[in-house]
């Protein structure tokens, strides 16, 4: 699911002088670390770079198993009422969308607890909270008497893995120069993306293996608590608090106030949005529109197609970084919408015809360009606000800095908008078509916005957004 950032500008400066009088590292107990400075050349040269590095790889594992958990229910949700639970379909798509929107409101406070607990501390807690959703979704699919409520209730917890990408997201950035942020925080993200795709490919296989004419369905759930459980002793032992990072409520009421974080924040709705959005109900529409294909026989297990959807959007999405950087962003970001439109009028035109592989195909076509959009509408993020901020160097990298930040929680938003409008498709026509005409009309929408407001104006173009 939503994210692999791609790098800002790649013409980098030099490194800044250093300071020779900058006081040395010192640690403290409880994994503190004093006078971090990564823009400081001997000390990231001396220790810096391998400190970074450390948390980075440890921070990644815990995202990763954030985005696998926030997933969880995309998987689960469609196999509930073969396993005897009496869920109409407007239930399972609650139980699908949830997650996205629990996910997409914690991003917003999630970005300012790594300053208040600290990034070791932080990600202990955090990845420690994805065993209440894991251990809570293989006690209740256990029992077909579940009610919906409680069901309901289990799956909004998963919502703790959305939110976990923005405190991640917000660590990392403090151990990193300015000229390697972009790279560490793009393989923090894919890290991320990579859990929905893995989820999807997993459980399946997991719940069936073995089971015969029942499913494991518990295993969903229990199967991931080693793999927390590590995550949690991988921070405690190998990561570290910087006393250095400081929240910026500042630059986030600052960055509020700008009407291109409202308009950016649209365009990373319809691209992350989409993504996200598509990537927990494709398992729904294959069981929907293609029983037979829902889950393909593999050695006495069950195999579903659907991860690949999040993984070619998940590996797409650095493209959209690359060819933003010399294209432009803003042009990219319109051929992805113009892409995501065609597209999902092929497939509302298509269905008819009844062909999985030509369904799989243009989806998986739909997702890789949601990714690039991904990509793209992230690249302008930094360039737009550096132009439009006023002030110093220091506040519009601050305002931009935020406005990623919360660009990225508004985003979310869209893992619970495309299946709730699927939802009301089913229930008003019996189908989906009414959703895809939506879909269809939303990204020309987005597209003339794009044009009118960074690709037609002449300032904006000529710094190639």
Same mark, same amino acid.
């Given at each position: 699911?939503?994210?692999?950032?791609?790098?800002?500008?790649?013409?980098?400066?030099?490194?800044?002088?250093?300071?020779?009088?900058?006081?040395?590292?010192?640690?403290?107990?409880?994994?503190?670390?004093?006078?971090?400075?990564?823009?400081?050349?001997?000390?990231?040269?001396?220790?810096?770079?391998?400190?970074?590095?450390?948390?980075?790889?440890?921070?990644?594992?815990?995202?990763?198993?954030?985005?696998?958990?926030?997933?969880?229910?995309?998987?689960?949700?469609?196999?509930?009422?073969?396993?005897?639970?009496?869920?109409?379909?407007?239930?399972?798509?609650?139980?699908?969308?949830?997650?996205?929107?629990?996910?997409?409101?914690?991003?917003?406070?999630?970005?300012?607890?790594?300053?208040?607990?600290?990034?070791?501390?932080?990600?202990?807690?955090?990845?420690?909270?994805?065993?209440?959703?894991?251990?809570?979704?293989?006690?209740?699919?256990?029992?077909?008497?579940?009610?919906?409520?409680?069901?309901?209730?289990?799956?909004?917890?998963?919502?703790?893995?959305?939110?976990?990408?923005?405190?991640?997201?917000?660590?990392?950035?403090?151990?990193?120069?300015?000229?390697?942020?972009?790279?560490?925080?793009?393989?923090?993200?894919?890290?991320?993306?990579?859990?929905?795709?893995?989820?999807?490919?997993?459980?399946?296989?997991?719940?069936?293996?073995?089971?015969?004419?029942?499913?494991?369905?518990?295993?969903?759930?229990?199967?991931?608590?080693?793999?927390?459980?590590?995550?949690?002793?991988?921070?405690?032992?190998?990561?570290?608090?910087?006393?250095?990072?400081?929240?910026? %409520?500042?630059?986030?009421?600052?960055?509020?106030?700008?009407?291109?974080?409202?308009?950016?924040?649209?365009?990373?709705?319809?691209?992350?949005?989409?993504?996200?959005?598509?990537?927990?109900?494709?398992?729904?529409?294959?069981?929907?529109?293609?029983?037979?294909?829902?889950?393909?026989?593999?050695?006495?297990?069950?195999?579903?197609?659907?991860?690949?959807?999040? %993984?070619?959007?998940?590996?797409?999405?650095?493209?959209?970084?690359?060819?933003?950087?010399?294209?432009?962003?803003?042009?990219?970001?319109?051929?992805?919408?113009?892409?995501?439109?065609?597209?999902?009028?092929?497939? %509302?035109?298509?269905?008819?015809?009844?062909?999985?592989?030509?369904?799989?195909?243009?989806?998986?076509?739909?997702?890789? &360009?949601?990714?690039?959009?991904?990509?793209?509408?992230?690249?302008?993020?930094?360039?737009?606000?550096?132009?439009?901020?006023?002030?110093?160097?220091?506040?519009?990298?601050?305002?931009?800095?935020?406005?990623?930040?919360?660009?990225?929680?508004?985003?979310?938003?869209?893992?619970?908008?495309?299946?709730?409008?699927?939802?009301? &498709?089913?229930?008003?026509?019996?189908?989906?078509?009414?959703?895809?005409?939506?879909?269809?009309?939303?990204?020309?929408?987005?597209?003339?916005?794009?044009?009118?407001?960074?690709?037609?104006?002449?300032?904006?173009?000529?710094?190639?957004?």
């Amino acid at each position: 699911m939503t994210e692999t950032v791609s790098a800002a500008p790649t013409h980098i400066a030099s490194p800044p002088a250093v300071d020779a009088g900058a006081p040395a590292l010192s640690r403290r107990p409880g994994r503190w670390i004093d006078h971090w400075d990564p823009e400081n050349h001997a000390q990231w040269e001396a220790e810096g770079r391998n400190i970074a590095r450390r948390n980075l790889r440890w921070s990644i594992f815990a995202e990763f198993l954030g985005f696998v958990v926030w997933q969880l229910w995309s998987i689960v949700a469609v196999t509930l009422p073969t396993a005897g639970f009496a869920l109409d379909t407007g239930q399972v798509f609650w139980l699908i969308s949830i997650p996205s929107l629990v996910g997409a409101t914690l991003r917003i406070p999630y970005s300012f607890l790594v300053p208040i607990f600290g990034g070791r501390n932080w990600t202990i807690i955090s990845a420690g909270l994805l065993l209440a959703p894991a251990i809570l979704l293989g006690v209740c699919v256990s029992n077909p008497d579940t009610p919906f409520g409680v069901l309901l209730l289990v799956a909004a917890l998963a919502g703790f893995g959305g939110g976990n990408f923005a405190s991640s997201m917000s660590n990392i950035t403090y151990f990193y120069p300015q000229r390697e942020k972009g790279w560490a925080l793009g393989l923090n993200a894919a890290g991320g993306n990579l859990g929905a795709s893995v989820a999807q490919f997993v459980v399946p296989i997991v719940i069936t293996i073995g089971a015969g004419a029942s499913l494991n369905l518990p295993l969903a759930g229990f199967i991931w608590v080693p793999f927390i459980l590590l995550a949690m002793f991988g921070a405690y032992r190998y990561m570290d608090n910087l006393s250095n990072a400081k929240a910026d %409520l500042a630059g986030s009421a600052a960055a509020l106030k700008e009407p291109h974080l409202w308009l950016l924040s649209l365009l990373y709705i319809g691209t992350f949005g989409s993504f996200i959005g598509f990537a927990s109900v494709f398992p729904k529409l294959i069981a929907d529109q293609f029983p037979e294909f829902s889950g393909i026989a593999v050695a006495g297990a069950s195999v579903s197609l659907a991860f690949l959807g999040a %993984l070619v959007g998940s590996l797409a999405r650095p493209y959209g970084g690359r060819l933003s950087d010399r294209f432009g962003g803003a042009r990219i970001t319109m051929f992805a919408f113009g892409a995501m439109g065609a597209l999902a009028l092929a497939v %509302l035109l298509t269905l008819p015809v009844g062909s999985f592989w030509l369904f799989l195909g243009l989806f998986l076509l739909l997702f890789a &360009s949601a990714g690039i959009g991904n990509g793209s509408t992230y690249r302008m993020v930094p360039i737009v606000f550096a132009l439009r901020a006023s002030g110093d160097d220091v506040a519009r990298k601050r305002k931009a800095a935020a406005a990623l930040g919360l660009i990225s929680a508004i985003g979310a938003y869209g893992g619970f908008l495309i299946p709730q409008a699927l939802n009301l &498709s089913f229930q008003a026509t019996g189908g989906y078509g009414g959703a895809f005409v939506g879909f269809v009309a939303g990204y020309v929408v987005l597209l003339g916005l794009t044009y009118v407001v960074y690709v037609r104006s002449g300032h904006l173009r000529e710094h190639k957004i």
